[in-house]
T-cell receptor, first 113, second 111 residues
Framework: SQTIHQWPATLVQPVGSPLSLECTVE??????LYWYRQAAGRGLQLLFY??????ISSEVPQNLSASRPQDRQFILSSKKLLLSDSGFYLC????????????FGPGTRLTVT | GQQVMQIPQYQHVQEGEDFTTYCNSS?????IQWYKQRPGGHPVFLIQ?????EVKKQKRLTFQFGEAKKNSSLHITATQTTDVGTYFC???????????FGPGTRLSVLP
């Protein structure tokens, strides 16, 4: 089964600083990958998804970007963080089974100060 | 656009009581998934329902997909403190590429 790694686990960054969050996947090849953001006590907001290397689709216009330099690597970036970027960032991988269930990584808690 | 709603937003129960959360979609769904997120954790896949009127059970959890495939429910019998968390439903978007998650129902169980 798939294993999803995310780091760092927690991050505190000042407003205006850059951001780079990394997600790597084991146990599968050519997966669909997703970045979600979850505000405190709220639901999941899909930010980006990727069906292959270099293929990124954005769901919400914002100051974040994503890249997929390798098949099992997905990166979330920002050049200048805003206070509103604070949240819990989750990387997810779509399962191998036809059911299409998503497997989530442990997440990164980002606080922008 | 497609919307997935859940009620209630919060539910506090005494340990041993039953709990039900309801999920409603603005469009007909080909399938629906349920996830559980423990406090401080990440969502974990529980189950997928595909057929109209389908009912599936996992120990004390019963999942149901509506006849019209626009709604679903999760029922927990005799809740335990280990059931604490937020339960999300999710359905495929209109393009079948991604899943749209409901806002979740946060369950608290008082011992």
């Amino acid at each position: 089964s798939q294993t999803i790694h995310q780091w760092p686990a927690t991050l505190v960054q000042p407003v205006g600083s850059p951001l780079s969050l990394e997600c790597t996947v084991e146990g599968t090849s050519n997966p669909n990958l997703y970045w979600y953001r979850q505000a405190a006590g709220r639901g999941l907001q899909l930010l980006f998804y990727s069906v292959g290397i270099g293929q990124i689709s954005s769901e919400v216009p914002q100051n974040l970007s994503a890249s997929r330099p390798q098949d099992r690597q997905f990166i979330l970036s920002s050049k200048k963080l805003l206070l509103s970027d604070s949240g819990f960032y989750l990387c997810a991988c779509q399962g191998l089974a036809t059911a299409g269930e998503q497997y989530f990584g442990p997440g990164t808690r980002l606080t922008v100060t | 656009g497609q919307q997935v709603m859940q009620i209630p937003q919060y539910q506090h129960v005494q340990e041993g009581e039953d709990f039900t959360t309801y999920c409603n979609s603005s469009t007909t769904l080909s399938n629906i998934q349920w996830y559980k997120q423990r406090p401080g954790g990440h969502p974990v896949f529980l189950i997928q329902l595909v057929k109209s009127g389908e009912v599936k059970k996992q120990k004390r959890l019963t999942f149901q997909f509506g006849e019209a495939k626009k709604n679903s429910s999760l029922h927990i019998t005799a809740t335990q403190t280990t059931d604490v968390g937020t339960y999300f439903c999710a359905g495929p978007d209109n393009y079948g590429q991604n899943f749209v998650f409901g806002p979740g129902t946060r369950l608290s169980v008082l011992p």
